[in-house]
């Protein structure tokens, strides 16, 4: 079984800044890339930022120069440092994990989702 978690979301004024976490647990033999997707309410969910094994980054449009994608292979984490957010980036904000399984299975795995909110 592999889990992915995010953690970190929150209430936040325009301006402000959040820091969202993800962990990958479980039965994991490899991960790949990890990202960091987001939904709002009426839309499809949209790529935010992504990050490779080797720490090669992307980000979408919306974001460049006020969102940071990190990670921690050692822990299996990821995270999203976001500065200067705006009312429109409230969304609910979902974490994937590419990986390979110890059944080596490989597989895009999704966390639940943690909300975020930017408002006054």
């Known amino acids: 079984q592999v889990q992915v978690a995010e953690s970190g979301g929150g209430l936040v004024q325009p301006g402000g800044s959040l820091r969202l976490s993800c962990a990958a647990s479980?039965?994991?033999?490899?991960?790949?890339?990890m990202g960091w997707y987001r939904q709002a309410p009426g839309k499809q969910r949209e790529l935010v930022a992504t990050i490779t094994s080797g720490d090669n980054t992307n980000y979408a449009d919306f974001v460049k120069g006020r969102f940071t994608i990190s990670r921690d292979n050692a822990k299996n984490m990821v995270y999203l440092q976001m500065n200067s957010l705006k009312p429109e980036d409230t969304a609910v904000y979902y974490c994937?994990?590419?990986?390979?399984?110890?059944?080596?299975?490989?597989?895009?795995?999704w966390g639940q989702g943690t909300q975020v909110t930017i408002s006054s």
């Open positions: 994937n994990a590419h990986l390979t399984s110890l059944a080596n299975r490989l597989g895009n795995y």
């Open positions: 479980g039965s994991i033999k490899s991960i790949y890339t």
